[in-house]
């Protein structure tokens, strides 16, 4: 009878055991059916991609199409400043432009071209090498030592500094110096309302 007792008990027990199992694994089962519908949902977006013929570079290739279209929508209400400035090489602020890149860029050399968050040059760019080290020195009198180069597209010849020829050539237009508020910029165009 004892044995009987043990034996119902450990029946019990195991149905217990199975029933306890069993309402943990409920918890459990609507989670793995929330990674089922993440692992559809995942292939469809892996499908996406696969139309177009190189599946490594789809994924690479998908990014980038979205910034195209931002810079397209930033260049749209930006007028064409050079349709009526065509002469905008020789306003002689530009021409002179030599005397302002520290006001903008900073006139320390190597805070701009040396290090992290720069394009951090090579010493010798600047310096040359040992036999021959030289210090830049402008390459004529009342001009900055940064007019010494920025040419384009060779940086390292002497630009004289002129902002036109050094920035637009390096996709840096007018508007990165001037801002896009057109209106405000010619504002004198509109003297006549006051009036
Ligand atoms: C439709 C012709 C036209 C276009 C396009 C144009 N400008 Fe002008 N801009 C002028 C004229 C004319 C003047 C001189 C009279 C004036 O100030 O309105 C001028 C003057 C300026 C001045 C001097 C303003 C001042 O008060 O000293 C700046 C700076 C300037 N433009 C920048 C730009 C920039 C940057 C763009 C492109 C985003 C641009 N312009 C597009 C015609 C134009
Ligand atoms: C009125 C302000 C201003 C002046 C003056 C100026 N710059 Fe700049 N320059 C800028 C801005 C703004 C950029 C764009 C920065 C960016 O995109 O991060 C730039 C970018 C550059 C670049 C980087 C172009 C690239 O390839 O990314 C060079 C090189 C440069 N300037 C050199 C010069 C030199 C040399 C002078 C003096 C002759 C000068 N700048 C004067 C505002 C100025
Ligand atoms: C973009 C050009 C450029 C680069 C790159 C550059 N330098 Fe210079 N360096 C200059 C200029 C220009 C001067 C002259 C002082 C001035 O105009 O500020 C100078 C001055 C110096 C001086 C002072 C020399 C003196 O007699 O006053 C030292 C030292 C120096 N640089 C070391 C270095 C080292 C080391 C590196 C590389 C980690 C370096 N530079 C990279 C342009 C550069
Ligand atoms: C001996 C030549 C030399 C001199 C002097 C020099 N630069 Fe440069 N600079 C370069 C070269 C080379 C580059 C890298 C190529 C390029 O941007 O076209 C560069 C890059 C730059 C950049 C872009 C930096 C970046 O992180 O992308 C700026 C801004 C700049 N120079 C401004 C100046 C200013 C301002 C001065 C004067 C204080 C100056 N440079 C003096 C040669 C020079
Ligand atoms: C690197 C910066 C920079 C770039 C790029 C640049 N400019 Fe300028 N521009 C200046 C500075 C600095 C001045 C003188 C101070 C001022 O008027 O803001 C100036 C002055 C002017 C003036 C007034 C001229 C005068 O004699 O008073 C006009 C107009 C102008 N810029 C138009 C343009 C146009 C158009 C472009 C593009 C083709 C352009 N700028 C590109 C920095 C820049």
């Not at 029946?11 to 055991?17: K, N, P, Q």
């Not at 692992?39 to 290739?61: D, F, R, S």
């Amino acid at each position: 009878m004892k044995k009987w007792i043990a034996v119902t008990l450990v029946i019990l027990a195991v149905l217990v055991a199975g029933c306890a199992e069993e309402k943990v694994k409920p918890t459990p089962t609507p989670e793995e059916k929330k990674e089922t519908p993440k692992e559809e949902k995942a292939t469809p977006e892996k499908k996406t991609p696969t139309p177009t013929p190189e599946k490594k570079e789809t994924p690479k290739a998908t990014p980038t199409p979205k910034p195209t279209p931002k810079k397209v929508e930033a260049k749209s209400p930006v007028v064409e400043c050079t349709v009526c400035h065509t002469k905008s090489v020789d306003y002689k602020p530009h021409v002179n432009g030599g005397q302002l890149c520290g006001n903008c860029h900073g006139w320390d050399p190597h805070k701009i071209h040396v290090g992290p968050g720069t394009i951090n040059l090579d010493c010798k760019v600047c310096h040359g090498t040992p036999p021959k080290l030289v210090v830049p020195k402008p390459i004529e009198e009342g001009r900055t030592v940064c007019e010494n180069c920025h040419a384009y597209p060779d940086a390292v010849k002497p630009s004289y500094g002129n902002l036109v020829n050094i920035h637009l050539p390096r996709g840096k237009y007018c508007t990165v110096c001037h801002g896009t508020d057109i209106a405000g910029i010619h504002k004198a165009a509109d003297k006549f309302v006051e009036q």
